[in-house]
């Protein structure tokens, strides 16, 4: 059988964010990525994108590029899966653009965790998130002195209502004394779980690697506030490797960044991990294809981490505008024609 052929166009884009996001890694201030049109041979248009975040380890968006230039206007299949393995992004979004979904055999609303902003500023936006239904919030730490934000996470807690629950996500810049000064102190407060405490990049080496990965298996032992997993998820094999290893804690799956979600996701629901799906700060076109995979997971479900729009000021390149619930409906009116032509 001859291999299907499509029509491929890409279109590379630089977004500035309404308001810079601060995180650990510094203040970002614009996305960068890429968008992937794919025209089947009878007439379908189907769309990807390409987001990567190079200091989680995706490739850049200039590698991501490069390979796509070098594809043409015409490719198969057989071209598509020959692309390199670390280009997890790009594979990921040639994926998406030609994956076929069954709708939600439960397509009941899916929670949101709303996303404070770092710092002071959050006691300014919380409030108003509760009012409006919010009862998950995500708070980034690990950006200013530590005292200082472990005196505000009391402030925060202070105002959430009853029942409500906090993530905290350090982005992996805490050592081993400041992790512990954190769950010691998370001990007694509605913290639904911290994310990535520590994480060792791939070019600190694989000895490193494996020592943060010890630090980050023990202190799920030691501590009762849950872990989650974020930035460990990236590289080929780390979903397998994490669960092979039996981690305890949750999974903070952005799929957008992963070469084989579908793949990852059903290893995942075999071994019935907790799984937060979440945002990488992508356009509507990215956001559709995460969104519609996290309604397709069958598993135990976690409010989703999509609170985040909108990111952009340029009309018809956000997606579900933040609500305390999105839709499956809201999902399928994505129109990614729309976003594509935005980017133009």
């Avoid at 601060?22 to 248009?45: C, D, F, K, Y």
């Avoid at 902003?117 to 300014?124: R, S, V």
């Avoid at 509507?284 to 976690?302: D, N, Q, T």
Wanted: aromatic residues 8%; negative net charge.
């Amino acid at each position: 059988m001859a291999p299907v052929e499509y029509l491929f166009a890409h279109r590379r884009y630089c977004l500035p964010f309404r308001s810079p996001v601060r995180t650990a890694h510094g203040l970002w201030t614009e996305r960068e990525g890429i968008l992937l049109r794919m025209t089947a041979g009878n007439g379908t248009v189907r769309f990807g994108e390409v987001s990567p975040i190079p200091w989680f380890g995706t490739e850049t968006v200039d590698e991501a590029e490069k390979v796509c230039r070098a594809l043409g206007e015409k490719v198969n299949d057989a071209r598509l899966q020959a692309v390199p393995e670390n280009l997890g992004c790009l594979r990921g979004a040639l994926a998406a653009a030609r994956l076929n979904l069954d709708p939600p055999t439960n397509p009941a609303p899916r929670q949101i965790a709303a996303l404070l902003p770092a710092g002071k500023a959050a006691l300014e936006l919380i409030e108003t998130r509760v009012d409006a239904g919010f009862r998950i919030f995500k708070w980034k730490v690990g950006v200013a002195d530590t005292a200082m934000e472990l005196g505000l996470l009391d402030d925060v807690c202070s105002r959430l209502p009853d029942g409500a629950k906090l993530r905290l996500d350090a982005n992996g810049k805490w050592d081993r004394r400041t992790a512990e000064r954190w769950l010691e102190r998370c001990a007694e407060r509605p913290v639904e779980f911290v994310e990535q405490p520590c994480f060792a990049e791939a070019a600190q080496g694989t000895v490193q690697q494996r020592k943060v990965e010890d630090l980050l298996m023990g202190l799920t032992e030691d501590y009762p506030t849950p872990l989650a997993l974020d930035e460990s998820l990236v590289g080929q094999g780390d979903v397998a490797r994490w669960i092979n290893a039996g981690w305890p804690g949750f999974y903070v799956v952005k799929t957008a960044l992963l070469a084989d979600p579908t793949t990852a996701l059903a290893a995942l629901e075999k071994a019935k991990a907790k799984v937060v799906f979440s945002s990488a700060l992508e356009t509507a076109i990215g956001a559709r294809a995460a969104l519609r995979l996290a309604f397709a997971w069958s598993g135990e479900p976690h409010a989703l981490g999509f609170g985040v729009w909108p990111l952009f000021d340029l009309p018809g390149v956000n997606g579900p505008a933040t609500a305390p619930f999105v839709r499956w409906e809201d999902v399928q009116r994505i129109e990614e024609a729309t976003t594509w032509n935005a980017c133009n």
